[in-house]
């Protein structure tokens, strides 16, 4: 009954923040289909595959990967050579950047491709001189079921009064339901659990929530 009130009346403060595992708390999601078909509605793409002839004695191609313009300073694997940078125990290794023309705009690749489930991303920032990072816009989410593309991810900044904060890094975590123990006691997907834990850190001062969520440790967090 204790936890029913206390996610009733967070309710009253943000209803899109609860975690549930029938639903989504956002309806704005990124699907894979849109990211994958670059939609003009502006929720993202990614780069067409490229393929390079082989010098080698056998015949036939090779499929390279093309990298957008302004992403070209970062590093890549281009389907024939480079490497990926970042580890991660949930989602394997990875390349990440932000675009460097527009500051919502981040490029993502993945060395081992997930067909099972949605990846989600949700843009933070910190303040200066701070190690704490908060959330500000809500979660994009899609498959990466291919190593031979880089995928765009265009970050929305819509979290009330978080709407000015520039982005200095990014949750990155499966779109997978989990059971949390104390204090949610509940399944939850985990971009529900991380978005739910911070709206009690940030409106009511509660830390656990944040803490169970770090425990379970079904994330990954860069920092550009």
């Known amino acids: 009954m204790k936890n029913y009130l206390l996610l009733l009346s967070l309710l009253v403060y943000s ?17 894979n289909s849109s990211l994958n078909n670059g939609n003009s509605n502006g929720t993202g793409n990614s780069t ?4 390079g002839s082989n010098t080698g004695g056998g ?3 090779v499929t390279t ?24 125990s949930d989602i394997g290794n990875f390349n990440i950047c932000k ?9 993502f690749q993945i ?24 959330y500000i816009g809500e979660p994009r989410c899609f498959k990466a079921d291919t190593n031979k593309k880089i995928y765009l991810v265009d970050m929305m900044f819509n979290r009330q009064f978080f709407e000015s904060y520039p ?4 949750m990155i975590m499966k779109d997978e339901s989990f059971d949390y123990p104390y204090p949610f006691n509940q399944k939850s997907l985990h971009p529900d659990a991380y978005l739910y834990c911070s709206e009690m ?9 944040c803490e169970t969520f770090k425990n379970v440790n079904k994330y990954t967090y860069h920092k550009f």
């Open 15 to 31: 209803s899109c923040d609860i975690p549930n595992n029938t639903r989504n708390p956002y309806a704005g999601r990124v699907t």
């Open 48 to 51: 067409d595959n490229g393929t």
């Open 59 to 61: 015949s036939g191609t």
């Open 65 to 88: 990967v093309t990298i957008p313009t302004e992403a070209q300073r970062c590093n890549w694997h281009n389907g024939v050579t480079g490497n990926y940078e970042n580890p991660s």
């Open 99 to 107: 675009s460097s023309t527009n500051p919502k705009n981040i490029y």
């Open 111 to 134: 060395e081992t491709p997930i067909t099972t489930t949605n990846i989600c991303f949700i843009p933070t920032s910190n303040i200066t001189g701070s190690s704490n990072s908060f």
């Open 167 to 170: 982005l200095t890094g990014v």
């Open 201 to 209: 850190l940030y409106q009511r001062g509660i830390s656990s929530y």
